[in-house]
């Protein structure tokens, strides 16, 4: 078994096991993406797309000197990024604002902006989206942008030309009144015969009437070019009226909310199987004791506040005793032969006081009077509930405390009751409540055990605490143990503590038998790391 496919495995039982966990977190998802997005206003969004071409023409600016005023927020050709800012900014909406005849005040202006958003598609095309009350008024706003932005780049790139043209006219006068002055000029160096002025001066005058044509033909130009602004800038997609609102999506919102739900379903699960301190599958059963699950029933809810575990049926308990005992005999699971074969002491044992660990340690005891062996069944669990009616009031175990240690044995032989089937025979827990016989009851059964006849097998079962009265006595005087667990036990306190308190005693955990299995877990309950002890010799016949 790969370790990979152990996780995946574990995590599809997790989501399984939280099934309804998840369903509720779906639930809760959908219901609030419900409510959330049917309080949502109303709203409906239009689109419209502008293109721009050159304000002024490149070539008529390219001609302008340095120092000519080429300023103008709009007239110039600015990047596209700062246009779609512009298009956007309270400055422009207010104009808008204006145009539709609504409120102009600093809150309304910012939220008509809130609601607008304008991205440069390339470099001289543009989308305009905006959010409305309804359909068309959506409509209106996104076409009223674009038209309002169109015109106010015309009229500033004709107030631009104009202004240009007047500063190119304005040059041409200056240059051809100085180009007169200089008429004079050239005459008097003429009559004083300096020949060297004159040329200069004509050389001069000539630049000058050169600069008075280009700046009156740049004027002409640009005259010309007004006539032209804005006919490459138009309105190329207008906004249309949409047949669904944007806002609220229902549909969208609650297929959101439910796979959030999910997510969050799946998330929780996974977080309580893997951080939960409790046993909940077969495969956390067998790793925290270190043994492979030899057989486990299916149980119902779980109540994990709940730590004792319900009462089974008396069928069920015996077919788990049964199928424990069975798969002792499987060596590869047993490899000390424990109840395989001639003589043995195996305790049985619960990870928490249970009433179900009695009654499969008395069904295992009679598997193995059944298979013709003579079964001792101890029961050392002083405080637990009886399981044969007819054995209840007599005396037992403590009653033993008080007898002398030569005769504990014969005294012992004599108060072993039949059992439910041939060979098998019950020491009960006896009637004696005293504390210390309480206390030392437990520890009078290894010595018991040692006195048997040769070839008589041993069922222990005893209880779960672990301390100075608790298991180690009883694991003194056995081979090997069986713990059962109930789901919902936790891992480390209830059961691999009491798992190496059995190992430290010498009565190593050959197997699990769990209680309450979800059906989902079908699994072997072989832990990833469990690999089979080397056999041992079989332990020898007493």
Known sequence: MEPGTVVWRETAQSLLRHKWLIVGCILLGTLGAAVFSLAQTERWTASSQVVIGPAVPPALV????????????????????????????????????????????DDSVEALASV??????????????????????????????????????????????????????????????????????????????????????RDQRVGLATEARQAADDASAMKKALTGVGSSS????????????????????????????????????????????????RDQAARAAGAPVITASVGGRRRFWRRAAPQLRPSEVTALGAEASGALARRELNPRGIGASGAGALLVVSASPTPNSAGIALAMAEASARDGRETLLVLADLGGMPVLSHVTDHEGLTDLVMEPAGTRAVRARKLFRPGTVAD?????????????????????????????????????????A?????????????????????????????????????????????????????????????????????????????
Request: aromatic share 4%; hydrophobic share 45%.
């Open 62 to 105: 390219a001609k302008l000197p340095s120092g000519t005023d080429k300023t103008g927020p709009l007239g110039m050709d600015l990047p596209a990024e700062t246009q779609a800012r512009v298009m956007a900014s309270p400055a422009l909406l207010r104009e808008v604002a204006k145009s539709l005849d609504m409120p102009t005040t």
């Open 116 to 201: 607008t958003r304008v991205k440069a598609v390339t470099d001289n095309a543009y989308l305009i989206t905006i959010d409305g009350p309804t359909a068309d008024e959506a409509v209106r706003r996104a076409n009223a942008i674009a038209r309002i932005y169109l015109a106010q780049r015309s009229n500033e790139a004709k107030a631009l030309l104009t202004t240009l043209a007047g500063q190119a006219s304005d040059r041409s006068r200056t240059a051809t009144a100085q180009s007169k002055t200089l008429v004079s000029q050239i005459a008097e160096a003429v009559s004083r015969g300096d020949t060297q002025t004159a040329a200069a001066l």
């Open 234 to 281: 138009q309105l190329v997609t207008p906004a249309t009226s949409d047949a669904a609102t944007s806002s609220p999506l229902v549909y969208r919102d609650i297929t959101v909310g439910a796979i959030l739900g999910l997510v969050l379903g799946f998330g929780l699960a996974l977080l309580s199987t893997h951080l939960s301190p409790f046993v909940l599958t």
């Open 424 to 464: 098998l025979y019950v020491l009960p827990p006896g009637l004696n409540h005293d504390d210390s016989a309480l206390a030392v009851g437990p520890s009078l059964v290894p010595g018991i055990v040692a006195d048997l006849p040769p070839g008589y097998s041993v069922v222990i079962h005893g209880p779960a």
């Open 466 to 542: 672990v301390g100075r009265h608790g298991i180690t006595p009883l694991a003194a005087a056995v081979d090997a143990s069986v713990l059962v667990v109930q789901v919902g036990h936790d891992k480390d306190t209830d059961v691999s503590r009491l798992t190496a308190a059995l190992r430290f005693a010498g009565a190593p955990v050959l197997g699990v038998v769990l209680i309450g299995a979800s059906l989902h877990d079908e699994t072997l309950g072989i832990p990833v790391n469990f690999t089979p002890a080397e056999p041992a010799p079989v332990p020898p016949i007493r």
